[in-house]
């Protein structure tokens, strides 16, 4: 089965800054645009960036717009999401996936995504 193979996360203090990273093992979902879900703990999981394969336009949910950067590396076949100034109010687990689309305005909701990684625990605390 295919599967996206997440790396980073971890605890940091309030402004803090940690990377995630996505990376696909085979070329199976190289057509696929790439998102990230964040989901915090007894809340549903939320769409918050994304990052489309061909143009790289890319897409930000207001509360991580100017704090989070999301990129993409074609040849190493692999995403990445800097977090920057983090914020209590991010803690949860983040996931990524492989998506049918990604534009300026958004991302499919979770229950339309393809493929996922296992999941990153997130904690910002002091």
């Known amino acids: 089965q295919v599967q996206l193979v997440q790396s980073g996360g971890g605890s940091v203090q309030p402004g803090g800054s940690l990377t995630l990273s996505c990376a696909t093992p085979t070329s199976t979902l190289e057509y696929y645009d790439r998102g990230w879900y964040r989901q915090a703990p007894g809340k549903e999981r939320e769409g918050i960036s994304c990052?489309?394969?061909?143009?790289?336009?890319?897409y930000y949910v207001d509360s991580v717009k100017g704090r989070f950067t999301v990129s993409r590396d074609n040849a190493k076949n692999t995403v990445y999401l800097k977090m920057d100034n983090l914020k209590p109010e991010d803690t949860g687990t983040y996931y990524c996936a492989a998506v049918g689309f990604c534009t300026e305005y958004g991302l499919p909701r979770h229950h339309s995504a393809d493929y996922w990684g296992q999941g990153s625990q997130v904690t910002v605390s002091s």
């Open positions: 990052i489309n394969r061909s143009d790289g336009t890319k």
